[in-house]
T-cell receptor, first 113, second 111 residues
Framework: DADVTQTPRNRITKTGKRIMLECSQTKGHDRMYWYRQDPGLGLRLIYYSFDVKDINKGEISDGYSVSRQAQAKFSLSLESAIPNQTALYFC????????????FGDGTRLSIL | GQSLEQPSEVTAVEGAIVQINCTYQTSGFYGLSWYQQHDGGAPTFLSYNALDGLEETGRFSSFLSRSDSYGYLLLQELQMKDSASYFCAVRSYNQGGKLIFGQGTELSVKP
């Protein structure tokens, strides 16, 4: 089983719809992250969370919200989807040490029509 | 501000050695990491340099020079399966260890 699981893997929806992307992890890590990847732009951080009661904005949080329901779960919501939110979304985890590499889920490919 | 720069594309032949450079401007960071990504799949960790110098992991090596604001990933004995995108990233001191990524280098390995 994957250590970091994202659902759904693919989603096509219409402008204005509310969408939730879910992430769960079995690594026991405290820190969880949501990234967005667009062609030619690398990975950009949307939100991150140090623990269940901690939520922080990343580089591109506008139009997104998150919920950290438990240590193992971190969900990303698009309240009213727009076409320029079409992208590949990755969830990642890390422990508290400074040099622990992040572990990524397999991604959610989201298309907004 | 913080930014990392990498070449967008590199092409090499099977069996050769290739170096992917990463130059950065950042106010402070724990270390430089490298990730590999195949065809939009999950990025996977390759190497990490906390200190200046060379780190070797099998066919892959990574180098960091903080004084030169420069690092590189060295891939030896290239194989077709090494065709992928490679990202450098720094873990910022001030932002909870979040990784700041370069835009990635697409490596094409030819027979």
């Amino acid at each position: 089983d994957a250590d970091v699981t994202q659902t759904p893997r693919n989603r096509i929806t219409k402008t204005g719809k509310r969408i939730m992307l879910e992430c769960s992890q079995t690594k026991g890590h405290d820190r969880m992250y949501w990234y967005r990847q667009d062609p030619g732009l690398g990975l950009r951080l949307i939100y991150y969370s140090f623990d269940v009661k901690d939520i922080n904005k990343g580089e591109i949080s506008d139009g997104y919200s998150v919920s950290r329901q438990a240590q193992a779960k971190f969900s990303l919501s698009l309240e009213s989807a727009i076409p320029n939110q079409t992208a590949l979304y990755f969830c990642a985890t890390s422990d508290k040490t400074g040099n622990q590499p992040q572990h990524f889920g397999d991604g959610t490919r989201l298309s907004i029509l | 501000g913080q930014s990392l720069e990498q070449p967008s594309e590199v092409t090499a032949v099977e069996g050769a050695i290739v170096q992917i450079n990463c130059t950065y401007q950042t106010s402070g960071f724990y270390g430089l990491s490298w990730y590999q990504q195949h065809d939009g799949g999950a990025p996977t960790f390759l190497s990490y340099n906390a200190l200046d110098g060379l780190e070797e992991t099998g066919r892959f090596s990574s180098f960091l020079s903080r004084s030169d604001s420069y690092g590189y990933l060295l891939l030896q004995e290239l194989q077709m399966k090494d065709s992928a995108s490679y990202f450098c990233a720094v873990r910022s001191y001030n932002q909870g260890g979040k990784l700041i990524f370069g835009q990635g280098t697409e490596l094409s390995v030819k027979p």
